[in-house]
């Protein structure tokens, strides 16, 4: 599976942006997708998981309440509506592709497939 993430870019504290995450090759509803990000100086965190079906999503505290993760599978793609957003959510924000057992959801190393990553930046 090859992973296309974009839609990031430049928004002040309280602003929205959409991210966007395309698949191509193999079948994408085989697939989990989830979002992690990086933050300069810190390590890759979980922020979002769905599942194949798009029945069950998964928001790590810091964002639960502002993100919505959603997909569709007709057009393999996930996306990340990110609402309220702060100035500590400025990262490269990357797509992922996998299976994971629901303890292991928030785990990178759970993932298969990554996308190239985009950059959001929140000011302040």
């Known amino acids: 599976v090859q992973l296309q993430a974009c839609g990031g870019g430049l928004v002040q504290d309280g602003g929205s942006l959409r991210l966007s995450c395309a698949a191509s090759?193999?079948?994408?509803?085989?697939?989990?997708m989830a979002w992690f990000r990086q933050a300069p100086g810190n390590e890759r965190e979980f922020v979002v998981g769905?599942?194949?079906?798009?029945?069950?999503?998964y928001y790590s505290d810091s964002v639960k309440g502002r993100f919505t993760i959603s997909r569709d599978n007709d057009k393999s793609t996930v996306y990340l509506q990110m609402n309220s957003l702060k100035p500590e959510d400025t990262a490269v924000y990357y797509c992922?592709?996998?299976?994971?057992?629901?303890?292991?959801?928030?785990?990178?190393?759970?993932?298969?497939?990554w996308g190239q990553g985009t950059l959001v930046t929140v000011s302040s």
């Open positions: 992922a592709a996998g299976n994971p057992i629901l303890s292991s959801i928030s785990s990178a190393d759970a993932y298969y497939y």
């Open positions: 769905i599942r194949k079906s798009g029945g069950r999503t």
């Open positions: 090759g193999r079948a994408f509803n085989n697939y989990g």
